[in-house]
């Protein structure tokens, strides 16, 4: 029996260390890990005949059942370990002649047990909250990070990893990549003749139809006043284009508040070997000063 405990313990120390890589199962080898636990203890104090040292380790259990399963599944599970317990102890004094614990004792047992329960449940209720704070802070603090405050789509700095990222991507998978750079036509007029509040609402409305327009995949932002970058993956040079020229006939033919219409100049780079940041943004950025030099409301790309 002894040599059975020590498997099981065992077993269950193995499975607790193995959880660690296998977080998918997080769920299943908790529950294992309980029930053998629960089961060693059961076996510890039947075979000890409800010593009372040995009735000292079932107040191991609920701590340990609130911390592999959680607030609830652990309350239930010490619920029906103890109730089963105590029914088990109740009847056996009646087999074991020189039961070492009286039925007060038992008793006793029992009330500080629901109070170690009662607390815990109290403690781990406290930690779940605390934890579902946090984590909604962070989510919120990362969405303010990464978002322009204005127009909610992506900022400068998401933009930057971004490019990064596509970069490092592109390097590692031998893919291509595109940018669009693309700014607002005369913006300043309209800040003139409208005001500033109609321009930033003018520029809420373009980033609702960029973000429209642009695939999950890829990341479109505001690189900075009333310029916004789309990071293409896997777009090549001739894709990138036809990309900025719907966007380019989405922007003209869109009707924005008050029934302004605006149009806007696009530049397109794609990437070459030996790229870096700085060298596809220049690109970008000089085929969007063509485009605005040509005449505005056109798309040229680094390849023109
Ligand atoms: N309303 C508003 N205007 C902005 C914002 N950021 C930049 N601008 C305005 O955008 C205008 C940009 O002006 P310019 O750089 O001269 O460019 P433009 O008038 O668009 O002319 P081109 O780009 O040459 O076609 C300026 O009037 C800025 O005040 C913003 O957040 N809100």
């Known amino acids: 029996m002894i040599a059975l405990e020590y498997l099981l313990?065992?077993?269950?120390?193995?499975?607790?260390?193995?959880?660690?890589?296998?977080p998918e199962h997080v769920?299943?080898?908790?529950?294992?890990?309980?029930l053998i636990i629960a089961i060693l203890i059961a076996v510890y104090v039947v075979i000890s005949k409800g010593q009372s040292?040995?009735?000292y380790w079932l107040a191991t259990f609920p701590p340990i059942a609130y911390f592999l399963l959680g607030g609830k599944r652990g309350l239930i599970t010490s619920v029906i370990f103890f109730a089963l317990c105590f029914i088990f102890l109740t009847?056996?004094?009646?087999?074991?002649?020189?039961?070492?614990?009286?039925?007060?004792?038992?008793?006793?047992?029992?009330?500080?047990?629901?109070?170690l329960i009662i607390i815990l449940r109290h403690i781990e209720q406290t930690r779940a909250e605390a934890f579902h704070y946090l984590e909604e802070h962070s989510q919120r603090l990362e969405y303010i990070?990464?978002?322009?405050?204005?127009?909610?789509?992506?900022?400068?700095?998401?933009?930057?990893?971004?490019?990064?990222?596509?970069?490092r991507k592109t390097k590692?998978?031998?893919?291509?990549?595109s940018v669009v750079l693309l700014d607002i036509d005369h913006f300043k007029r309209v800040n003139d003749t409208y005001?500033?509040?109609?321009?930033?609402?003018?520029?809420?409305?373009?980033?609702?139809?960029?973000?429209?327009?642009?695939?999950?995949?890829?990341?479109?932002?505001?690189?900075?006043?009333?310029?916004?970058?789309?990071?293409?993956?896997?777009?090549?040079?001739?894709?990138?284009v036809m990309h900025a020229e719907r966007l380019r006939h989405a922007i003209e033919a869109y009707e924005f508040r008050d029934g302004i219409r605006i149009t806007?100049?696009?530049?397109?780079?794609?990437?070459?070997?030996?790229?870096?940041?700085?060298?596809?943004?220049?690109?970008?950025?000089?085929?969007?000063?063509?485009?605005?030099d040509e005449g505005r409301n056109r798309t040229i790309s680094d390849a023109q």
């Open 145 to 167: 990070a990464v978002t322009d405050r204005l127009t909610g789509l992506y900022n400068r700095a998401k933009l930057d990893s971004a490019l990064s990222d596509a970069l």
């Open 9 to 22: 313990f065992a077993v269950a120390i193995g499975l607790y260390i193995w959880l660690r890589y296998r």
């Open 91 to 115: 009847q056996a004094t009646d087999d074991w002649e020189s039961a070492p614990f009286t039925l007060h004792s038992l008793n006793n047992i029992f009330i500080a047990t629901v109070a």
């Open 53 to 55: 040292y040995a009735l």
């Open 195 to 240: 005001g500033h509040q109609v321009g930033d609402s003018i520029l809420v409305e373009l980033g609702q139809l960029l973000r429209c327009n642009v695939r999950s995949t890829d990341v479109a932002g505001r690189w900075g006043g009333e310029e916004f970058l789309l990071v293409l993956t896997e777009h090549t040079r001739q894709h990138a």
């Open 264 to 292: 806007a100049s696009f530049g397109v780079a794609s990437y070459r070997p030996g790229d870096d940041e700085s060298s596809i943004i220049k690109r970008v950025d000089q085929a969007l000063y063509r485009a605005k």
């Open 27 to 34: 769920i299943v080898i908790s529950w294992i890990v309980t």
């Open 172 to 177: 590692h998978h031998q893919r291509e990549f």
